[in-house]
């Protein structure tokens, strides 16, 4: 993608000629080739972002470009109304009293230099800030009433930033330029941006770091810029054209508001916040499944009205759920009426539904990937140790059980057919179908918009054409968005 630096001052911005394009304000709004270009990243550095101004129609126009901009006229009205501005700032407020407990008066004014500030101790609340204002240059000002509160935010120039700070501002614009998303290279020049979210400290992430590495390394083969993000990101999710999440998705939680602004930010994504509200629900997926009368454990939906009622409808043991239930966390096997009670009341504690279901027991599982309405891979889950599931998170030594990876020709027949079946209905994205196969029957347990793709494992038959498949699909559907066909 190309990286245009915008600006009303091409002479004050020479300092960057070596690693960017610098075109003058005026051209980009009036010559033709830019308004037809398209995998254009604009940095706008005019002097004013004042409504109607040169700055402000290089913003307004490059997003009717489809451009990547920044700031957004989104973020420059954010700035202009300090009501808002300090509403959003609020995002960090503990941030801002950590970082600013040592300063001794009531104001204090923080200069952001594309999201670096020149002391070293401020360094953190000005990438925090940056994060929630993507403006390249912008000043905040501080006033201390029992606690610091955000009293102003300012855009500002090269004009008014003082001779001792030229030097920083000179590394900050090099640092920023030159980051890996914002490189082009003559002689391959990629024209997309992909970022996929990961969660460092997760302990059970759907991808491990071996599989993270293949599915970078197969982006950047078919095209892609990849830059890992995490939930701290947020604000800069839009000057990314596709979003893989690689971190265990939920409906109240950060990964769905990554998704979905993606989506409204016009980016591919993976997972698709649809799916995610789907799939993360197994009251959703029992209404689902039944309504489509397709096979599954014989299920009641308990509330606190109803939940006497149904105790008996199912033989003992039985099995009880949290609707938003993953990785076999909040998933329990009851054996009895008394222990039925013990943990359904626990359970109400967390939800207003539980989910009872009829206990399978089985070896393993069966769990079919399927991408873009297409078996994708196929592998065997046994159960844990001396456990009926295949985690087990109670032991310390042996927490999952062995697996099995098949060529998806060699699965029954009945088994994708169910998957391809029941995966049709939530989207034509990647999941994961669970499926028990008992006496020749197929039932379906549940489908994962976030399946595990792990080194040696899932990717075990496939190799890298399994990274490969997820990406081409992200690379097709970009092309999509960018030819205005989605």
Known sequence: MQTLLVTDQPELWQFTAAYTDIICASDYIAKEDYSLGQSIRVVNLCQSYKYQS????VSLLAQARNHKILPSVTTIQDLKNQAIAKVISTEIDKDIQYYLKELKGKNFTLSVYFGNNIAKRYECIAKKLHQLFPAPLFRVEFHFQKKWIVKKINTISINDIPEPHLEFLKEAAYNYFTKKRF????KYQRP??????????????PSDNKAIEKFTKVAEEIGFNVSHIEKDDFKSLSEFDALLIRETTSVNHHTYRFSRKAMAEGLAVIDDPVAILKCANKVYLAELLQKHKISMPETRILSRQNADKHK?????????????SAFSYGVVKVKSQEEFKDKINEFWKQSDLVIMQQYMPSDFDWRIGVLNGEALYACKYYMAKDHWQIYNWDSKDE????????????????VIETALRAAKFIGKSLYGVDLKEIDGKVYVIEINDNPSIDAGIEDKVLGEQLYRAVIEKLWTDVRKVHNNEL
């Open 54 to 57: 040169l700055g402000y129609y």
């Open 183 to 186: 490189r082009h290279a003559k």
């Open 192 to 205: 997309y941006d992909l970022a996929i979210l990961l969660n460092p400290d997760e302990k059970n992430p």
């Open 312 to 324: 008996d409808s199912l033989q003992y043991p039985c099995v009880l759920k949290i609707p938003d």
């Open 399 to 414: 927490s999952e059980g062995l697996f099995e990876t098949l060529p998806v020709e060699k699965v029954p027949k009945n």
